[in-house]
């Protein structure tokens, strides 16, 4: 029998705050990262240590402004076949002679781009450029990141293909937002990689061979909760979401023998590991006296693009983004077999910031997609490109 889901989705113009699935665990990635540095190094990061942790996010931010940008958040291994893990070129000139690289960014091109953006940061160091720096250390760390889920080398992506929607967002933001006070972050000090390129394939070569229990697990779960105590609602960025409840995630927790811990701390360790290597790599520059002044910190103006397509499970970034009542491409909320919608359009509307809503439309659908205002597009700093 088909379910019918209701679901009251509320979006705030002015301070909305909705960030996509992960913000919290790349934030915090970044930010334990800093910790591990030596002494030499830490002078410079320590002081920007709040921009390296709030810009961890730029990346996500980007896939729906910068075209070419969602490719390099995932690798889909599966697509090439069951060796593939183990066979496909660790290097992007030697991926170029075997596939196009079309092809390669269809099936995304993630450890190629942690390799790319870490020799642009050791050029940066070089160059003593702090804007530079503290942007591609951002950067590298939001990459080497998404290289440790599971759900970012597959095909599978959000479970989709197996009847699991929802398990990408369960995995790497719901169980860390619950639990990640919990985690034991002291992983020890950076250390050198004499092949990052070949550091990073490793990365993926775990985190792949961690997706069986990824999926199975959840799917042992579900078999063994009813459904209303499977799931919860709660409110985020004034949208009422659906989420995974406390008691499953718990229990998913257990099954996997913290796993999401160990995949967050191995994150940390090769994010600063990384910073590290391009550091020594530039010959050990003495960062005491790169100073950047606030006001001069890198920005990013990125406005979306309802042509560019991403990925379903991939979360929406707010707060840059000016909205309307169409609304942001790729919020894609897709239930069960069928479900009714209402949407409410809020305006924060006097001093006091009191919410107005008035509904603007109501329909059933398998898909529902808002798409974003469209404005002009500004320019991009310090996009990379293979």
């Given amino acids: 029998m088909r379910k019918l889901f209701l679901l009251s989705l509320a979006i705030f113009v002015f301070g909305a705050d909705l960030y996509g699935w992960g913000f919290f665990a790349h934030r915090k990635i970044n930010r334990q990262a800093v910790y591990l540095l030596p002494p030499e190094m ?71 781009n942690v390799y790319h953006v870490k020799l642009q940061l050791t050029q940066a160091f070089l160059r003593k450029d702090a804007k530079a720096i503290l942007r591609l250390s951002a950067d590298l760390g939001h990459y080497i990141g ?32 619950l639990l990640a006070d919990e985690y034991d972050f002291f992983v020890g000090k950076a250390e050198y990689h004499d092949k990052p390129q070949l550091s ?6 775990g985190a792949h061979l961690a997706l069986d229990s990824v999926l199975r697990f959840e799917k042992i779960l579900t078999e063994r909760f009813p459904q209303d105590k499977k799931y919860t609602f709660d409110e985020r960025g004034g949208l009422n979401t659906q989420m995974y409840s406390r008691d499953f995630t718990l229990a998913y927790h257990s099954m996997l ?3 999401v811990e160990r995949q967050m701390r191995r994150s940390v360790k090769m994010v600063a590991d990384f910073w590290y290597t391009a550091w020594i790599d530039a010959g050990q520059p003495d960062l005491s006296g790169v100073l950047l002044p606030e006001d001069e910190m890198p920005k990013e103006d990125l406005v979306p693009d309802k042509e560019i397509k991403v990925r379903e499970h991939e979360g929406l970034a707010f707060n840059d983004f000016s909205l309307s009542p169409t609304l942001l491409s790729s919020l894609v909320v897709p ?20 919410n107005v809503c008035r509904k603007t439309s109501s329909f059933s659908s398998n898909k529902v997609t808002l798409k974003p205002l469209k404005s002009e597009q500004k320019e991009l700093m310090g996009t990379t490109q293979i």
Avoid at 69 to 98: C, M, V
Avoid at 161 to 174: A, C, D, I, K, M
Avoid at 335 to 354: D, G, I, T
Wanted: proline share 5%; net charge neutral; with cysteine.
């Fill in 200 to 205: 990073v394939w490793e990365a993926v070569k």
């Fill in 42 to 112: 830490m002078v410079f990061y320590k002081k920007n240590i709040d921009f390296i942790t709030e810009n961890a996010v730029n990346p996500d931010r980007r896939r729906y402004a910068v075209k070419g940008e969602a490719e390099k958040h995932f690798i889909d291994i599966d697509s090439y076949g069951d060796s593939a893990l183990y066979t496909l070129p660790r290097y992007w000139n030697q991926a170029l002679e075997i596939y196009t690289e079309a092809e390669l960014r269809e099936k995304g091109i993630g450890p190629w």
């Fill in 335 to 354: 239930y069960a077999n069928s479900f009714a919608v209402e949407l409410r359009y809020c305006r924060m509307a006097s001093p006091r910031r009191k």
């Fill in 257 to 259: 023998s913290g796993q």
């Fill in 146 to 177: 998404d290289m440790h889920v599971p759900l970012h080398t597959t095909k599978n992506y959000n479970g989709q293909l197996t009847g699991q929607y929802g398990v990408h967002p369960f995995w790497e933001s719901r169980i860390p937002e």
